[in-house]
């Protein structure tokens, strides 16, 4: 059964810093892996997709990297603003013999201070 | 405006009185799910759809039913609702079930005294 952990639960830093968010999974055999965003009271946002087959992905600040093998991913989001403060939360989707089921990990609460 | 919208998007209910929440979505996707969020349980797949007229569970089913008669709408039904029922619930869609980015609703919160 796949497990979704993601480290730490909770993060605190000073508008401007660089950061990383972490996420594992403990089987490799994965279609895709998505982060997500959700502020408070509201549904989630997909931030970044990468498919099983890439090591990495780029949004604007963000960067997101896969590796397969050793069932991780991280978060990257330079120069974090007061509005990056939200909860970010990964999910791996498995391959087909799962039916595609996407399994979340609990999410790592970020609040950058002003 | 492409979305998912859920409604109603708060629920106060009593055990035992049979509820809808709906779900629908303008942006022709094939694949439809529906999720509780749990504090200290995280998201939960309950059920999901490949496409029209083709569901299946996921991990969390039980007490719930859903139907898929059209392409934009995946209803979430509680026969029955009990307490253990009180969550929040979100529906989400994407092009394909494997390689597309899911889109989410704004979520239900449902409680049921």
């Known amino acids: 059964k796949q497990e979704v952990t993601q480290i730490p639960a909770a993060l605190s830093v000073p508008e401007g810093e660089n950061l990383v968010l972490n996420c594992s999974f403990t089987?490799?055999?994965?279609?895709?892996l998505q982060w997500f965003r959700q502020d408070p009271g509201k549904g989630l946002t997909s931030l970044l997709l990468?498919?099983?087959?890439?090591r990495e992905q780029t949004s604007g600040r963000l960067n997101a990297s896969l590796d397969k093998s050793s069932g991780r991913s991280t978060l990257y989001i330079a120069a974090s603003q007061p509005g990056d403060s939200a909860t970010y939360l990964c999910?791996?989707?498995?391959?087909?013999?799962?039916?595609?089921?996407?399994?979340f990990g609990k999410g790592t609460l970020l609040t950058v201070n002003p | 405006e492409a979305q998912v919208t859920q409604n109603p998007r708060y629920l106060i209910t009593v055990t035992g009185k049979k509820l809808t929440v709906t779900c629908s979505q303008n942006?022709?996707?094939?694949?439809m799910s529906w999720y509780r969020q749990d504090p200290g349980l995280g998201l939960r797949q309950i059920y999901y759809s490949m496409n029209v007229e083709v569901t299946d569970k996921g991990d969390v089913p039980e007490g719930y039913k859903v139907s898929r008669k059209e392409k934009r709408n995946f209803p979430l039904i509680l026969e029955s609702p009990s307490p253990n029922q009180t969550s929040l619930y979100f529906c989400a869609s994407s092009w394909t079930a494997s390689n597309s980015p899911l889109h989410f609703g704004n979520g239900t919160r449902l409680t049921v005294t």
């Open positions: 990468i498919q099983s087959s890439q």
């Open positions: 942006m022709n996707h094939e694949y």
């Open positions: 089987d490799s055999a994965i279609y895709n």
């Open positions: 999910a791996v989707r498995g391959s087909g013999g799962s039916n595609y089921k996407l399994t």
